[in-house]
């Protein structure tokens, strides 16, 4: 299906590091924030996946594209990544079925990328300096002018992104007939959270992520599910203010990633940006209730903070990270709300974490019983 022309490309980090490779995808310049995501497999999925929106990937597989472009495979309307950086960018997929290869994929939706980089490098580089922005090009290899780029490039900690990727009008998903009616808060939802709960004999309507609650109870859900999505969680207090009136009319809630972190600002909970962030789909968290761990898909670049939420009286703390104690869960003590740092839908990931679907179903269908 083709093969890259080798042309070289230059990624130019934030502190002034340098990289060279060649050029992949499409031909040109892209900025955003870099991070790492440790996944082997799924690479389709975390390129579409909202909560990477403005974040260029580097990917520590050595293999991507290797199985080519499926169009089921996919977890948004388009690639969602700004860029990618990793050491084989395999035109030739392996695949019968595949659509397309990963070169004709980046060049259609114009997604710049660059390969054969020691990602190890850059990895262990990230991982001791910590998240910051950077800048790949294959058109301009002039590191003042890419410095000069790179400069205007806002860093992610205060840039609310939700607006960007958040659908623009309501829709539904789902039977009409279903068992029960469910509202989701899209801040940058991804496909397979829809799919698991129309999965589960549920009929959707996906809101945008400006909506008042006023209009979503208008429609009568039985419950509200707040997405995952990209940015930082501090600049959304119409985002927040709108779940406090959520939870003061006690509708069942669910948080996933984003979601989470918004739930926690509505209940007092600060959040503040990591480090690096939780990207792979490796991670394990231990489930407080039951004893039980499991091994989680993740991809977060903010968390809540612990001390807020163990001073909290009105929090349970549910899930936490076993790498690095980070809290991964938390429930509202007085209301039918809870929320996870992880993503118990994967795609790609483990399937560990699905349970939390079901939880919440049966959270909703007992409040309809008791209401």
């Known amino acids: 299906m083709g093969y890259i022309e080798r042309k070289p490309a230059v990624l130019l980090l934030e502190d002034g590091t340098v990289f060279y490779g060649h050029a992949a995808g499409a031909i040109g310049t892209t900025t955003g924030e870099i991070c790492f995501n440790t996944g082997m497999t799924g690479y389709q999925e975390i390129f579409t996946d909202p909560s990477y929106f403005r974040q260029v990937l580097v990917a520590t597989h050595v293999h991507i594209g290797n199985?080519?472009?499926?169009?089921?495979?996919?977890?948004?309307?388009?690639?969602?990544?700004?860029?990618?950086?990793?050491?084989?960018?395999?035109?030739?997929?392996?695949?019968?079925?595949?659509?397309?290869?990963?070169?004709?994929?980046?060049?259609?939706?114009?997604?710049?990328?660059?390969?054969?980089?020691?990602t190890r490098a850059v990895v262990r580089h990230i991982r001791n300096k910590g998240a910051m922005n950077c800048i790949i090009s294959s058109s301009v290899l002039d590191l003042d002018a890419l410095k000069e780029?790179?400069?205007?490039?806002?860093?992610?900690?205060?840039?609310?992104?939700s607006s960007l990727v958040t659908t623009k009008k309501p829709y539904t998903?789902?039977?009409?007939?279903?068992?029960?009616?469910?509202?989701?808060?899209?801040?940058?939802?991804?496909?397979?959270?829809?799919?698991?709960?129309?999965?589960?004999?549920?009929?959707?309507?996906?809101?945008?992520?400006?909506?008042?609650?006023?209009?979503?109870?208008?429609?009568?859900?039985?419950?509200?599910?707040?997405?995952?999505?990209?940015?930082?969680?501090?600049?959304?207090?119409?985002?927040?203010?709108?779940i406090k009136l959520m939870l003061e009319d006690n509708a069942?809630?669910?948080?996933?990633?984003?979601?989470?972190?918004?739930?926690?600002?509505?209940c007092g909970i600060s959040t503040f940006k990591m480090f690096n962030g939780h990207r792979g789909i490796n991670h394990p968290v231990k489930n407080l209730i039951t004893g039980r761990?499991?091994?989680?898909?993740?991809?977060?670049?903010?968390?809540?903070?612990?001390?807020?939420?163990?001073?909290?009286?009105?929090?349970?703390i549910t899930h936490v990270n076993l790498n690095d104690g980070t809290i991964e869960g938390i429930r509202v003590k007085d209301r039918v709300a809870s929320s996870v740092q992880y993503h118990p839908e994967a795609a790609p990931g483990p399937h560990d974490s699905s349970y939390l679907f079901d939880d919440f179903i049966q959270c909703i269908d007992k409040a309809v019983v008791e209401s």
């Open 67 to 118: 199985y080519g472009i499926h169009a089921d495979e996919v977890e948004s309307d388009g690639i969602k990544i700004s860029g990618l950086v990793c050491r084989g960018f395999n035109v030739t997929p392996s695949r019968k079925s595949a659509s397309e290869s990963i070169q004709q994929y980046f060049d259609r939706q114009s997604v710049v990328a660059i390969c054969d980089i020691d």
């Open 173 to 242: 998903l789902g039977n009409p007939s279903a068992r029960r009616r469910i509202a989701v808060m899209d801040y940058g939802v991804k496909k397979n959270i829809l799919r698991n709960l129309v999965e589960r004999d549920s009929f959707l309507q996906v809101f945008p992520a400006d909506t008042s609650f006023r209009e979503i109870r208008s429609w009568n859900p039985d419950g509200i599910l707040l997405s995952n999505g990209p940015g930082d969680p501090s600049v959304m207090p119409k985002q927040v203010a709108e």
């Open 149 to 161: 780029q790179l400069s205007g490039v806002p860093s992610m900690a205060g840039l609310e992104l």
């Open 252 to 266: 069942p809630i669910f948080g996933i990633c984003l979601g989470h972190q918004l739930l926690a600002e509505a």
């Open 293 to 316: 761990s499991e091994i989680t898909s993740q991809n977060h670049g903010f968390s809540v903070n612990a001390e807020d939420v163990k001073a909290a009286k009105h929090l349970d």
